[in-house]
């Protein structure tokens, strides 16, 4: 599919958002309804990134060690199934892979994560989170990339209750609950190959 057109009204703080999604061609009709819901909400909405907003962006990445082609996954408490890494901008972040890169960090222990195998965008989703004691259910606009790291050992989860696990694609497809996250898994298997 074409890349989704950015109109030029951006809310200013959006521009590196809206720079990933710029020349980011959607795999699928559903896909490129996201990217436009998320042009929307960068085009228009201050609030693109408030976590008080019932959709907002988030960043996260799959993280891959393309020497053994294997992907990591995180538990995650809330979704009740194997996800990639990432989640909310910190106050005054606004690029989506800058987020990507610190909550991956701070999820595995990882301290060598970079983008794999370039720093572009790889799959554009928005997922439903259910509502906890301390927010109501709402969405995510989540912008996802690849990052690769050169230490699978050093990983270290961030919590008890959030265990990591290498896996081969295929594994990963199987533990994979989200027919989402099997997308981005098997976009990080074609490039392996």
Same mark, same amino acid.
């Given at each position: 599919?074409?890349?989704?057109?950015?109109?030029?009204?951006?809310?200013?703080?959006?521009?590196?958002?809206?720079?990933?999604?710029?020349?980011?061609?959607?795999?699928?009709?559903?896909?490129?309804?996201?990217?436009?819901?998320?042009?929307?909400?960068?085009? /228009?909405?201050?609030?693109?990134?408030?976590?008080?907003?019932?959709? /907002?962006?988030?960043?996260?990445?799959?993280?891959?060690?393309?020497?053994?082609?294997?992907?990591?996954?995180?538990?995650?408490?809330?979704?009740?199934?194997?996800?990639?890494?990432?989640?909310?901008?910190?106050?005054?972040?606004?690029?989506?892979?800058?987020?990507?890169?610190?909550?991956?960090?701070?999820?595995?222990?990882?301290?060598?994560?970079?983008?794999?195998?370039?720093?572009?965008?790889?799959?554009?989703?928005?997922?439903?989170?259910?509502?906890?004691?301390?927010?109501?259910?709402?969405?995510?606009?989540?912008?996802?990339?690849?990052?690769?790291?050169?230490?699978?050992?050093?990983?270290?989860?961030?919590?008890?209750?959030?265990?990591?696990?290498?896996?081969?694609?295929?594994?990963?497809?199987?533990?994979?609950?989200?027919?989402?996250?099997?997308?981005?898994?098997?976009?990080?298997?074609?490039?392996?190959?």
């Amino acid at each position: 599919m074409p890349p989704v057109t950015c109109d030029t009204g951006w809310v200013a703080g959006n521009d590196a958002l809206l720079q990933h999604l710029e020349n980011y061609a959607p795999r699928t009709a559903a896909e490129a309804d996201d990217v436009r819901t998320v042009v929307a909400l960068a085009s /228009h909405d201050a609030a693109a990134w408030a976590r008080s907003s019932p959709v /907002h962006v988030t960043g996260s990445a799959l993280i891959v060690h393309p020497p053994s082609r294997r992907v990591l996954l995180r538990w995650h408490v809330r979704q009740n199934g194997w996800l990639q890494v990432g989640g909310h901008a910190d106050p005054g972040e606004r690029d989506p892979l800058s987020v990507a890169l610190r909550e991956g960090a701070e999820e595995t222990g990882l301290s060598d994560l970079r983008p794999w195998p370039t720093a572009a965008l790889q799959h554009v989703v928005i997922v439903n989170v259910p509502a906890s004691d301390r927010e109501p259910a709402h969405q995510h606009a989540d912008l996802r990339f690849l990052l690769a790291t050169d230490q699978p050992d050093a990983t270290r989860p961030e919590t008890d209750s959030a265990p990591l696990r290498w896996l081969t694609v295929d594994e990963a497809l199987l533990l994979a609950g989200e027919d989402n996250v099997c997308d981005v898994i098997r976009i990080a298997g074609e490039l392996f190959d």
